[in-house]
């Protein structure tokens, strides 16, 4: 019996000589049913492979002594990058090493020249120091990008893997040098340590490029009937304005969906302006701007 696709593990990688050895045929390798992980491996196309699985296999297997690098690094440890620098938006497995290789470029796999840079490892996996990988990636980032990513990385909940505080990005950058370390130079006076989400830095950054005050983030709201304090995303508290930004994923997940139902509730009851913002609104922000300016002078004149 010819060995199919449908045949193979989900969760397992295989050499293009063994699935031929096994009895596939040459058409069904070629076929959108399997796709190329890395230089001679296969798996199935709906293969429920993680970016850590491929990474430990990669270092294990393919490339040992290797350290991972670029935004490889960076989204082991989830810092929040722009979609194209990620695995699922194409991007190669970057490394560096090990020492004696020579630098290859491919769509799968790139392979960078060593050089001195702090490490660190995650469950077992060797890394390039995330700040680090970042230098390395900035070139290839919008200044807007940056600030999120340096955002994730530095936020106290919901943030990087590997946490690195404004305190310690301040003094690594001050003795960083190379391509890249003058743009993290640029974006660190706008990094903040209570952003939560890619889109709360973006739209913050937004409002102060605007001329608004600067809003607090994730400023907390107790609900003392229940004892359960909420979070607004970025707030106005003198004139208490709230500014939520409506994901499409809180529409998706019902838990969170209730939870803002709820907390909408409760900022409503506080006596606080609720202003939602959603990914149209940040593109085009003119409405927002309005309503948000309007809310403004009526607080401001009852004040």
Not at 39 to 57: H, T
Not at 153 to 166: H, K, M, P, S
Not at 288 to 293: G, P
Request: net charge positive; charged share 25%; with cysteine.
């Amino acid at each position: 019996m010819p060995l199919k696709p449908h045949d193979l593990h989900r969760r397992t990688l295989y050499t293009r000589a063994a699935l031929l050895e096994r009895g596939m045929h040459r058409r069904d390798l070629a076929s959108g049913a399997m796709r190329r992980v890395f230089p001679g491996w296969w798996a199935r196309a709906d293969a429920e492979l993680s970016l850590e699985e491929l990474a430990r296999f990669f270092v294990t297997h393919i490339r040992p002594g290797a350290v991972l690098s670029h935004q490889t690094a960076a989204e082991i440890l989830r810092v929040s990058l722009p979609r194209p620098l990620t695995v699922t938006g194409g991007s190669a497995v970057h490394c560096r090493g090990p020492e004696g290789t020579v630098a290859s470029s491919g769509s799968l796999v790139v392979v960078h020249q060593v050089l001195e840079q702090p490490q660190v490892r995650y469950q077992g996996l060797p890394l390039v120091h995330p700040l680090f990988a970042l230098q390395d990636i900035a070139p290839r980032m919008q200044a807007l990008d940056l600030v999120v990513a340096l955002d994730s990385l530095a936020a106290d909940r919901f943030g990087a893997r590997r946490r690195v505080r404004i305190a310690e990005m301040t003094e690594l950058l001050e003795g960083m040098r190379g391509r890249g370390a003058p743009a993290l130079r640029r974006a660190l006076p706008h990094v903040r340590e209570r952003s939560w989400s890619p889109m709360e830095t973006k739209v913050r950054v937004q409002l102060l490029r605007h001329g608004y005050p600067e809003p607090a983030l994730n400023h907390p709201v107790l609900e003392v009937a229940t004892g359960i304090e909420y979070y607004i995303d970025l707030a106005y508290p003198e004139e208490r304005i709230a500014i939520e930004y409506d994901s499409e994923d809180h529409r998706i997940d019902r838990k969170a969906w209730e939870h803002d139902i709820n907390k909408n509730d409760v900022l409503h009851e506080d006596g606080w302006k609720v202003i939602r913002v959603t990914f149209a609104d940040f593109l085009r922000p003119r409405q927002f701007f309005s309503r948000l300016d309007d809310a403004l002078r009526r607080r401001r004149a009852i004040a």
